[in-house]
T-cell receptor, first 112, second 115 residues
Framework: DQQVKQNSPSLSVQEGRISILNCDYTNSMFDYFLWYKKYPAEGPTFLISISSIKDKNEDGRFTVFLNKSAKHLSLHIVPSQPGDSAVYFCAASLNNNNDMRFGAGTRLTVKP | GAVVSQHPSWVICKSGTSVKIECRSLDFQATTMFWYRQFPKQSLMLMATSNEGSKATYEQGVEKDKFLINHASLTLSTLTVTSAHPEDSSFYIC???????????FGDGTRLSIL
C-alpha cells in the first residue's frame, strides 16, 4: 500500500525557472513531512520539512507547501540551478516518530 | 561531511552466500537505526527499525530470519542478508538518528548484486 505517492517520475526545467515537485499522501494521520535529495550512488540528504500544523515552510530557494485537505504537498525551488539536478523524495511520518514512508521519487533535471 | 558511513558500497556475490552490511554513525550516538531497501525506480521501503541493545522491529513482509539485524552498540548496526538469492539484489540504505523525533541521517547505500 503506497501511502506516499509522487506521480511524476521526472521533471525537466530550465535554469533560473521554478521547479515544482508534487507529492500526495493517503494517510491523514501523517503529521510531519520531509523532502530529501538524492544523487546517484549516495544516500538521501535532508532538504526541508514541514509540520502538519503549518502550511508553508521556506528555506532559501526551497519552499514546501502543505495542503492538508487535499493531502498534498509540493516543493518549490526557485530559481532552479543545474546543481539541483537529482532525485527528490517526499516522505511522511506519524507522530514524528521517524517511521517514514517515502514516495517513489522524482528525477529533476535542470538544464543550463 | 558524512555523519553516517555505510560499508561496503557495492557487493557482488554468488547465490547462497551471506552478506553483511555495516552502518556506522560517525560523530553521534545513534539510539535508533533504520534499514531501507530500494528497487529500481521505486521508493525507499522501510525494512526494519533497530534500537541499540534490543531486537529489531521488522516491517510486515520482511523475513527476520533472512535479514538479520544487529545493533550492538550506539554507533554500529549491521544487516546480514543470509543465503542471498538473485531476488535479494537491491539497493540497501541505512539511516541513523540520535533519538526519536530527530532527523535521520542516511548512509550512501550498498548495491547488492547476487549472481
Amino acid at each position: 500500500d503506497q501511502q506516499v505517492k509522487q506521480n511524476s517520475p521526472s521533471l525537466s526545467v530550465q535554469e533560473g525557472r521554478i521547479s515544482i515537485l508534487n507529492c500526495d499522501y493517503t494517510n491523514s494521520m501523517f503529521d510531519y513531512f520531509l523532502w530529501y535529495k538524492k544523487y546517484p550512488a549516495e544516500g538521501p540528504t535532508f532538504l526541508i520539512s514541514i509540520s502538519s500544523i503549518k502550511d508553508k515552510n521556506e528555506d532559501g530557494r526551497f519552499t514546501v507547501f502543505l495542503n492538508k485537505s487535499a493531502k498534498h504537498l509540493s516543493l518549490h525551488i526557485v530559481p532552479s540551478q543545474p546543481g539541483d539536478s537529482a532525485v527528490y523524495f517526499c516522505a511522511a511520518s506519524l507522530n514524528n516518530n521517524n517511521d517514514m514512508r517515502f514516495g517513489a521519487g522524482t528525477r529533476l533535471t535542470v538544464k543550463p | 561531511g558524512a555523519v553516517v558511513s555505510q560499508h561496503p558500497s557495492w557487493v557482488i556475490c554468488k547465490s547462497g552466500t551471506s552478506v553483511k552490511i555495516e552502518c556506522r554513525s560517525l560523530d553521534f550516538q545513534a539510539t535508533t537505526m533504520f534499514w531501507y531497501r530500494q528497487f529500481p525506480k521505486q521508493s525507499l521501503m522501510l525494512m526494519a527499525t533497530s534500537n541499540e541493545g534490543s531486537k529489531a522491529t521488522y516491517e510486515q513482509g520482511v523475513e527476520k530470519d533472512k535479514f538479520l539485524i544487529n545493533h550492538a552498540s550506539l554507533t554500529l548496526s549491521t544487516l546480514t542478508v543470509t543465503s542471498a538469492h538473485p531476488e535479494d539484489s537491491s539497493f540497501y540504505i541505512c539511516s541513523a538518528t540520535r533519538d526519536r523525533g530527530a532527523s535521520q541521517h542516511f548512509g550512501d547505500g550498498t548495491r547488492l548484486s547476487i549472481l
